[in-house]
């Protein structure tokens, strides 16, 4: 039993050391050209977490090609590691830097911050968001690109449509919605239910 433990406890610092490796490659490379062409963040942010775990676990055959074991670690206990600081570090990057890059309280904030003695209305709060987050950095257009590029609208004459990929998207997510119901139903329904 004590044995398991320490195998165990060893497999959970293999793990928190992958994260990092994990956390490193993917920082190093979003100041790379490397799938900068991706207008989704999300995306990229997946992609390169799945690249790092590719050569994570190419890493990880060329070692135990030549050892049995490392610190007490064997090849198919790496490979789960691997896999588990893959996940885990997808939802990291799905909650972390991706909701700071889209945040409405995170540049709320951000923007009274640069004034913290400064008492805002809700009215002010909302201009300043309109006109300093999306149209001072044309963040409308932004995700409209982005969603074009995804495939979920599509450039029509003088405008844009929803495609058939978007109404599936919507529907998964009304669905989604209907079992975890969220407090503001305003973004699933915007003109009610």
């Known amino acids: 039993m004590k044995r398991e433990i320490v195998k165990l406890f060893y497999a959970f610092i293999w ?8 956390a490193i490659g993917v920082a190093l490379l ?3 050209p490397l799938l900068a062409s991706q207008k ?3 995306y ?4 390169l977490t799945a690249l790092c775990c590719m050569l994570l676990l190419a890493l990880d055959a060329v070692v135990f090609l030549k050892r049995e074991s490392v610190g007490g670690i064997n090849f198919s206990s790496s490979v789960l590691c ?5 996940l885990f570090m997808s939802l990291f990057f799905s909650l972390g830097p991706m ?3 889209r945040s409405y309280t995170v540049f709320s904030l951000a923007d009274m911050a640069e004034h913290p003695t400064v008492v805002y209305s809700p009215e002010e709060i909302k201009n300043r968001f309109i006109e300093g987050y999306i149209e001072g950095a044309q963040e409308s257009q932004k ?7 995804i495939g979920n609208m599509e450039e029509t004459d003088g405008g844009y449509q929803i495609t058939e990929k978007g109404v599936r998207l919507i529907k998964l997510m009304r669905f989604v919605e209907s079992i975890f119901p969220v407090p503001d139903e305003n973004s ?3 003109n009610g239910k």
């Open 15 to 22: 793990f928190v050391g992958i994260c990092l490796l994990i």
């Open 30 to 32: 979003l100041r790379t």
């Open 40 to 42: 989704a963040f999300l």
């Open 44 to 47: 990229r942010l997946l992609l």
């Open 82 to 86: 691997i896999g588990l600081a893959t």
């Open 99 to 101: 909701t700071i890059e």
């Open 143 to 149: 995700r409209i690109d982005e969603q074009v590029y």
């Open 188 to 190: 699933i329904y915007p």
